[in-house]
């Protein structure tokens, strides 16, 4: 078995006393960085997939979470030498009304697993909010807000508008539970994400294309 298969069977179940050493040796082995780190954000992917099927749960999930960012701390310092890392400024918060962190702590570590640098404004944040953040930090290309309610829906469309008013070329990527593509179309999101494996990988497309 590659060292890379192992890496991603570790994150799958969430190995985290064992990646660090893992990821070590793939490098040692001669794995480039980010073929090591597209790989654990794959498995993230299949723990994505599983628990939209209702076939592991959020402990599982955050397990594998914590597994993956383990291993990204050892590719940081490599990636950082490679020029390749950040992709830009990231701001992500969950929209007011809403208390919920968890999807929001998931995507905040695999959009940071996946090379931008993410400035994350907490939960129950106002519209406005936002776009002082964008004001604030420099090299803003994507802001990510989340909704977990179908109550703070209302409260995602006046994000989006609020940012898209304000920064009419700013990219905004939107996703939680009662969220849908259309919704994120009719509210004028440029990106959606059903979880926070597929949340990087829409991100990057956001910003690359």
Do not use: R
Request: aromatic share 4%; proline share 4%; hydrophobic share 45%.
């Amino acid at each position: 078995m590659s060292k890379i298969e192992e890496v991603k069977g570790l994150v799958e179940t969430g190995k985290s006393k064992k990646i660090a050493a893992a990821v070590s040796e793939a490098l040692d082995a001669g794995d480039k960085a980010q073929d090591i780190l597209e790989a654990m954000i794959a498995s993230m992917g299949v723990v994505g997939d599983k628990f939209s099927a209702g076939e592991i749960f959020v402990p599982e999930m955050l397990i594998a979470a914590k597994a993956m960012s383990k291993g990204v701390e050892v590719l940081k310092p490599v990636m950082a030498g490679d020029g390749s890392s950040s992709l830009g400024t990231c701001i992500m918060g969950t929209v007011a009304g809403d208390l919920h962190d968890i999807g929001k702590n998931l995507v905040v570590m695999m959009l940071e697993s996946a090379g931008f640098d993410m400035v994350d404004l907490g939960v129950d944040v106002p519209a406005e909010k936002f776009v002082e953040a964008v004001k604030e930090n420099n090299k803003v290309v994507l802001v990510a807000c989340s909704g977990l309610l179908t109550t703070t829906m209302p409260a995602l469309k006046e994000a989006v508008q609020t940012i898209k008013a304000a920064y009419p070329e700013m990219k905004v990527i939107v996703g939680g539970a009662p969220v849908t593509p259309e919704y994120a179309d009719e509210i004028g999101a440029d990106g959606y994400a059903p979880d926070a494996g597929s949340a990087a990988v829409k991100a990057k497309e956001l910003v690359t294309a």
